[in-house]
């Protein structure tokens, strides 16, 4: 079975600084991928970061970063220098590989994160 | 090129009437997937397509609801007999095959259709 939980219902940052989202994970998949979405009012999930759990290096895509903790099985989101675009609903997902095919996501319920002026 | 699209973006019905929902996938994936996003929850899972079958149903929440997928493209979600329970955001999401690559092949989402049961 798998399980993605995010502990912050809500969250808020002032522009130009820096928020951590949080999530825990469990998984029976042996291959597996954790992922971040954005979801911002128009509702389009947006993938922000994706990182194969069997690299130990976190994944960085510009101003977003991971802290991959694979034996705790934590997987947090890191936002630098914070825009008022990033204001949105995060959701931490985690989906399995295998050669027969991928398997769904599975989500946490989601962060909404405000960034104030 | 065009990207996942849903239709409509938005359903009012009332309780007790048949609705069907619409995912058109990007052309070339044949794998699609549906979502349900309701109020205070992420997205659950509801099945999952490999060209026009369905190998994981699992996600269903009850006899009321089916899918189909003609032609390995446009799928259709049906509702029956909705409930006001059923009112949530239905998300569909198509990626490449994912069969035999032993690798993950990303999902891109549509836009969602808000139904709402009166």
């Known amino acids: 079975a798998q399980t993605v939980t995010q502990s912050q219902p809500e969250m808020s940052v002032q522009e130009a600084e820096t928020v951590t989202l949080s999530c825990t994970y469990d998984?029976?998949?042996?291959?597996?991928?954790l992922f971040w979405y954005k979801q911002p009012p128009s509702r389009q999930m947006i993938l922000v970061i994706r990182?194969?759990?069997?690299?130990?290096q976190n994944a960085t895509e510009n101003r977003f970063s991971v802290n991959f903790q694979k034996a705790a099985k934590s997987f947090s989101l890191k936002i630098s220098d914070s825009q008022l675009g990033d204001t949105a609903m995060y959701f931490c997902?985690?989906?399995?590989?295998?050669?027969?095919?991928?398997?769904?996501?599975?989500f946490g319920k989601g962060t909404r994160l405000s960034v104030i002026a | 090129g065009a990207g996942v699209s849903q239709s409509p973006s938005n359903k009012v019905t009332e309780k007790g009437k048949d609705v069907e929902l619409r995912c058109d996938p990007i052309?070339?994936?044949?794998?699609l997937y549906w979502y349900r996003q309701s109020l205070g929850q992420g997205l659950e899972f509801l099945i999952y397509?490999?060209?026009?079958?369905?190998?994981?149903k699992s996600g269903l929440p009850s006899d009321r609801f089916s899918a189909e997928r003609t032609g390995g493209s446009v799928s259709t979600l049906t509702i029956q007999r909705t409930q006001q329970e059923d009112s949530a955001v239905y998300l569909c999401?198509?990626?490449?095959?994912?069969?035999?690559?032993?690798?993950?092949?990303?999902?891109?989402f549509g836009p969602g259709t808000r139904l709402t049961v009166l």
């Open positions: 999401a198509s990626s490449l095959a994912g069969t035999g690559s032993f690798s993950y092949n990303e999902q891109f």
């Open positions: 998984t029976s998949e042996n291959n597996y991928y």
């Open positions: 990182q194969e759990a069997y690299k130990q």
């Open positions: 997902s985690e989906a399995g590989y295998r050669n027969s095919g991928n398997t769904p996501l599975v």
């Open positions: 052309s070339g994936h044949t794998a």
């Open positions: 397509f490999q060209g026009n079958s369905a190998p994981d």
